[in-house]
């Protein structure tokens, strides 16, 4: 439904996004992850059609954003973190107005913000002043602006800032629910709002795509150095082995389920490493029941892709799951 490719923006002589390339489906939500200042906002300007990149390229729905602006951005609704909404008007008066900006004729103008503002659950507040709404319902109101006219393609730059978390709860429900008919790319830096809501994420740091897939894919990718292991035998001859294996693995913990049942956590040297372990340990007459590499919370696959590199030193580049 949306793809970036390439794209490239640059202030002055500060790189803010570089080479950035993605692509976004109907039917999902996609949470573009970064920390404050990564080039979120700035790449979502660019796909909303608001900056223009200094290279690369924007397609909706195969409609180029530079050659056919106007086709594509109808494809697209676009939910700034800070809303323009003027307090002074009534949801209803606010969402015809900008009805009126996105061309929409004024004969279906009257059913089709009734329609985004229910889809954005905020048609009961459609005869109240907005200065008088709470955040939550001012956050309703905008995404409704960005629903109106039923594009394919929605942006949502930080859909939860300032949100309390009855609030926050309501707009994941919302989320999902759009992510049935759309496609949904979803700007934060709380990872619990991606968990929540997306089944993809792409990572970005300093204004580069430092990893992208779905989210079991990226928590593999911190991961695969840990491993847990439950093995049938005596403590003593477990120590014995993983203490000779000290090239392949360093023991991290080791814990008795029963006298003759053990659970390790290992720290793996390399991508053959567990292989070997079990070799060994099966090898020394004893029973491995199971062998897995760690899950890791998302938070952590997170800092361990956009952490800053000590002075220096150079941080080593996020790899892309297949």
Do not use: W
Not at 116 to 131: D, N, Q, S, T, Y
Not at 248 to 267: F, G, H, K, S, V
Request: aromatic share 4%; with cysteine.
């Amino acid at each position: 439904m949306i793809e970036a490719t390439q794209l490239t923006k640059s202030f002055a002589a500060v790189r803010a996004v570089s080479e950035v390339s993605f692509t976004v489906q109907k039917g999902e939500a996609v949470g573009f992850v970064g920390p404050n200042g990564a080039g979120k906002t700035t790449s979502f300007r660019m796909l909303a059609g608001i900056l223009a990149p200094d290279s690369g390229r924007v397609s909706v729905m195969g409609i180029d954003l530079a050659t056919d602006p106007i086709n594509a951005k109808r494809q697209i609704g676009y939910m700034a973190e800070s809303a323009p909404l003027y307090p002074e008007l009534t949801g209803l008066e606010y969402l015809s107005y900008r009805a009126e900006l996105r061309g929409i004729k004024k004969a279906a103008r009257a059913q089709l913000v009734l329609k985004a503002a229910e889809k954005a659950g905020a048609h009961l507040m459609l005869g109240v002043r907005i200065g008088h709404l709470s955040k939550g319902y001012r956050q309703r109101m905008a995404l409704a602006d960005a629903l109106l006219g039923d594009p394919v393609v929605v942006l949502l730059d930080e859909p939860t800032s300032g949100l309390d978390p009855n609030q926050v709860l309501e707009t994941r429900k919302l989320i999902c629910e759009l992510a049935k008919d759309h496609a949904v790319l979803l700007s934060t830096h709380v990872l619990s709002e991606v968990e929540a809501t997306c089944s993809r994420a792409i990572v970005i740091d300093r204004g580069r795509v430092v990893a992208q897939g779905r989210l079991d894919e990226l928590k593999q990718l911190s991961t695969k150095d840990r491993a847990s292991l439950h093995v049938q035998g005596k403590r003593e001859a477990v120590e014995r082995i993983i203490a000779e294996l000290q090239r392949e693995a360093t023991l991290l913990e080791l814990r008795d389920i029963n006298p003759n049942r053990i659970q390790l956590e290992l720290r793996l040297h390399s991508e053959t490493s567990l292989s070997r372990v079990v070799r060994a340990l099966v090898e020394g007459g004893l029973e491995v029941e199971q062998a897995t590499h760690l899950s890791t919370p998302l938070d952590e696959v997170f800092a361990h892709l956009t952490v800053q590199p000590e002075p220096g030193q150079q941080k080593s580049p996020g790899k892309e799951p297949s």
